[in-house]
């Protein structure tokens, strides 16, 4: 055991090291600036491209969509767009090599629930418990998942359809790299046309931004309406950042309620946040 006085051990260094990263990320935070001057003859471009116009929605006037990306994704693997259910799609997917990530799981994670849910949960990309279990959002931040769904929607679970952008575990929990989401995006693209939801629930920074090809801190993009596939998604904080960061509880479930209201559910009369 260690004195008072000991300096952390370097794993506890790196979990504080990686939580702070995560929150950065939640944040809106992409990366470190390599110098506030430019370089001589460098050219100043913005990377971040123009956001959309929001236009409104004929069925609900009050609310504003912002049209998504045109992904032409499921031509990418030839028969694809063939796939009719989800469990051809599991087959077509397969022992999947088709990216780097594919040497780094345990288990490949598809995606769980009603094949026919009018909600779906979308997420970043297996970590260690789900790796495991082979099925998304499980562990501490899949039980307040879990919490949202059941306790503040009066949904089961098993209700709602739950997946991930990225099919297997990058390591050590880094994030997705361009390249493993260009390979693994098409499978998600068809998940969302086989399911058809009424609603999507994009699960924080890093599947926000990679499914609406878009660098808006989620801060931003969290609370409107955005559109992928003629399909409705809102976007809102991870499970993950609201266990660093539970005051703002009360922030996703006012987006919750947004995707309730839209769906027709009745909203419980409660406390200002769903856990
Ligand atoms: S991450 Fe996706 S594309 Fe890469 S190996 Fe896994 S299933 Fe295949």
Redesign the pocket.
């Known amino acids: 055991m260690s004195s008072p006085s000991s300096p952390p051990d370097r794993a506890t260094l790196l979990e504080s090291l990686r939580d702070y990263v995560e929150q950065l990320r939640e944040e809106g935070l992409e990366g470190l600036p390599a110098s506030t001057t430019p370089a001589p003859g460098a050219i100043a471009k913005s990377t971040a491209p123009e956001r959309a116009p929001r236009v409104p929605i004929a069925d609900s006037p009050k609310l504003e969509v912002t049209p998504g990306p045109s992904i032409e994704l499921i031509s990418k693997y030839p028969g694809l767009e063939k796939t009719s259910t989800l469990e051809e799609l599991r087959d077509f ?1 397969g022992e ?4 780097k ?2 040497p780094c ?1 345990t288990n ?1 994670v598809f995606g769980v629930g009603n094949p026919n849910a009018q909600l779906m949960f979308v997420g970043e990309a297996p970590g260690a418990d789900e790796d495991a279990r082979g099925e998304p959002f499980v562990g501490r931040a899949g039980q307040l998942l879990t919490d949202i769904i059941e306790r503040g929607m009066g949904l089961s679970r098993s209700d709602v359809y739950i997946c991930n952008v ?3 575990r990058p390591p050590d929990n880094r994030n997705p790299e361009p390249d ?1 989401v260009a ?2 995006e098409p ?1 998600l693209m068809r998940q969302i046309d086989l399911v058809q939801p009424r609603a999507i629930v994009g699960l924080g920074t890093f599947a926000v931004h990679a499914i609406l090809k878009i660098k808006t801190p989620i801060s931003k993009l969290r609370g409107h309406w955005h559109e992928l596939r003629g399909i409705r998604m809102m976007p809102t904080f991870h499970p993950a950042y609201l266990l660093r960061n539970p005051g703002d509880k009360r922030l996703v479930w006012a987006d919750i309620q947004e995707v309730m209201k839209f769906l027709g559910m009745p909203i419980p009369r409660r406390g200002g946040s769903a856990t």
Not at 96 to 99: A, H, K, L, P, V
């Open positions: 997917i999947c090599t088709r990216c990530l594919a799981r490949l990225i099919k297997c493993e390979a693994c499978f």
